[in-house]
């Protein structure tokens, strides 16, 4: 089983959707937790951290169920610059240690 | 504030060939991070040095293996090139203990093939 797992995607949805990513976790022991955003053949840049709380950033918003170590993303009001892969990134403590990515899920937002 | 920089941009070896990989921390920060992406894989992680000492270490072959020199900046070495070695390496870097804000930022990464 991989340690962190996503939907697979590809999505693809019009301007104006909103969309939701998955994932799951296996290690209950991940302290910190994180989206990560990467456009075609660049690197991968924080898009957000996820807290126990849930939290929100303009139209991203961000939830963890540390129970069923699943985390999730949504897009509200989908733009064609969101078009990217999305990955799930999960941390045993500080962000600044070892990062386990998931495979990635590709969105195509089109017009 | 210049970002994470890595050298060079694209490299073809062929197999059994060695290769050295360097990368520039972010300014401020004083870890830098390995990482292989496969295509169509998310990124995996190789080793982490701090303090010129590898600190933590992903499961990789000893043919990778790194160095980290006084001014923060790092290389990745890979020994007796193997196709499944063609990928993007991503170097990232961070700051020890900066608090709820410590992430690790991503270099361009360099494109190697192997053939």
């Known amino acids: 089983r991989k340690e962190v797992e996503q939907d697979p995607g590809p999505f693809n949805v019009p301007e104006g959707a909103t969309v939701a990513f998955n994932c799951t976790y296996s290690?209950?022991?991940?302290?910190?937790f994180f989206w990560y955003r990467q456009d075609c053949r660049k690197e991968p840049k924080l898009l957000m951290s996820v807290y126990s709380s849930g939290n929100e950033d303009g139209r991203f918003t961000a939830q963890l169920n540390r129970a069923s170590q699943y985390i999730s993303l949504l897009i509200r009001d989908s733009k064609l610059s969101d078009s990217a892969t999305y990955l799930c990134v999960v941390a045993f403590s500080g962000g600044y240690n070892k990062l386990i990515f998931g495979a990635g899920t590709r969105l195509a937002v089109h017009p | 504030d210049a970002g994470v920089t890595q050298s060079p941009t694209h490299l073809i070896k062929t197999r059994g060939q060695q290769v050295t990989l360097r990368c520039s921390p972010k300014s401020g920060h004083d870890t830098v991070s390995w990482y292989q992406q496969a295509l169509g894989q998310g990124p995996q992680f190789i080793f982490q040095?701090?303090?010129?000492?590898?600190?933590q270490r992903g499961n990789f072959p000893d043919r990778f293996s790194g160095h980290q020199f006084p001014n923060y900046s790092s290389e990745l070495n890979v020994n007796a090139l193997l196709l499944g070695d063609s990928a993007l390496y991503l170097c990232?870097?961070?700051?020890?203990?900066?608090?709820?804000?410590?992430?690790?930022?991503f270099g361009p990464g360099t494109r190697l093939t192997v053939l």
């Open positions: 040095y701090y303090e010129e000492e590898e600190r």
């Open positions: 990232a870097s961070s700051q020890v203990g900066a608090g709820p804000t410590d992430t690790q930022y």
């Open positions: 290690n209950s022991a991940s302290q910190s």
